[in-house]
């Protein structure tokens, strides 16, 4: 049985940090990409960031390049989401999930287990 579980979320003001965890069980991690997406009310769910299985490789989405960096401790079996600079429009509920390749994809398509959510909300 996979398991994500997401952490960090919660309120901040404009301009200000968070990070993410996302701790995962029951499949080799390390063998694996991970992916951060996330969700605003009434939108689609949106790839923000992939690292590959090794860390070597990172993509982002436009939208929060040079504002958030992933990266992941196979030891631990977990995958971070450093977000600074944060915004309003970074609000939504953020996710987690494991690739079924070594090196990020960028849809939801490619990705086949996820995490329950955790909830990021930026205040202005």
């Known amino acids: 049985q996979v398991q994500l579980v997401e952490s960090g979320g919660g309120l901040v003001q404009a301009g200000g940090s968070l990070r993410l965890s996302c701790a995962a069980s029951?499949?080799?991690?390390?063998?694996?990409?991970m992916g951060w997406f996330r969700q605003a009310p009434g939108k689609a769910r949106e790839f923000i960031a992939g690292?590959?299985?090794?860390?070597?490789?990172?993509a982002y989405a436009d939208s929060v390049k040079g504002r958030f960096t992933i990266s992941r401790d196979n030891a631990k079996n977990t995958v971070y989401l450093q977000m600074n600079s944060l915004k309003p429009e970074d609000t939504a509920v953020y996710y987690c999930?494991?690739?079924?390749?070594?090196?990020?994809?960028?849809?939801?398509?490619?990705?086949?287990?996820w995490g329950q959510g955790t909830q990021v909300t930026v205040s202005s």
């Open positions: 999930a494991i690739d079924r390749s070594l090196t990020p994809g960028r849809t939801r398509g490619e990705y086949d287990y």
């Open positions: 029951g499949r080799t991690f390390s063998r694996y990409a």
């Open positions: 690292i590959s299985w090794s860390g070597g490789i990172t």
